[in-house]
Nanobody, 121 residues
Framework: VQLQASGGGLVQPGGSLRLSCAASGFTLDYYVVAWFRQPPGKERERVACITDSHGTTYGTDSMKARFTVSRDNAKNTVYLKINSLIPEDTADYYC???????????????WGQGTQVTVSS
C-alpha cells in the first residue's frame, strides 16, 4: 500500500508543472487526497485537496488562482497542476490520502514520499 508522488523538477519562474500522486495496493475511491508542501526551513502546509466527488479546496486565494487539483479514479491517480510558478513555490510536495467524505487538515491514512519542486532562473 503506497502513494507515489512524481513530476517535480527544476522550472523557471512563470513555468508550469503537473505533479502526480499514484496509489497502489488500494483504490482511491472514497478517499480524499490532499497535496502538502514544505519549503526549505519552513513548516508543511496544505495547498489543495480533492474529495471523491471532485470537490476541491485550496490553501490560499493565491493557490486557488494558480493551482488545480484533479483526479482520475480510473487511473487511481490525483494530479496537481501549478501554473505561473514563482520562487516561493520551491518546496517538497507530498500527497496524502484519508478515507473521509470531506477534506481535512489531519489526520491522513497514507502519505507519499516528497517530490521536489525548484523554481529558479
Amino acid at each position: 500500500v503506497q502513494l507515489q508522488a512524481s513530476g517535480g523538477g527544476l522550472v523557471q519562474p512563470g513555468g508550469s508543472l503537473r505533479l502526480s500522486c499514484a496509489a497502489s495496493g488500494f483504490t482511491l475511491d472514497y478517499y480524499v487526497v490532499a497535496w502538502f508542501r514544505q519549503p526549505p526551513g519552513k513548516e508543511r502546509e496544505r495547498v489543495a485537496c480533492i474529495t471523491d466527488s471532485h470537490g476541491t479546496t485550496y490553501g490560499t486565494d493565491s493557490m486557488k488562482a494558480r493551482f488545480t487539483v484533479s483526479r482520475d479514479n480510473a487511473k487511481n491517480t490525483v494530479y496537481l497542476k501549478i501554473n505561473s510558478l514563482i520562487p516561493e513555490d520551491t518546496a517538497d510536495y507530498y500527497c496524502a490520502a484519508a478515507k473521509r467524505p470531506v477534506c481535512v487538515i489531519a489526520p491522513y491514512d497514507y502519505w507519499g514520499q516528497g517530490t521536489q519542486v525548484t523554481v529558479s532562473s
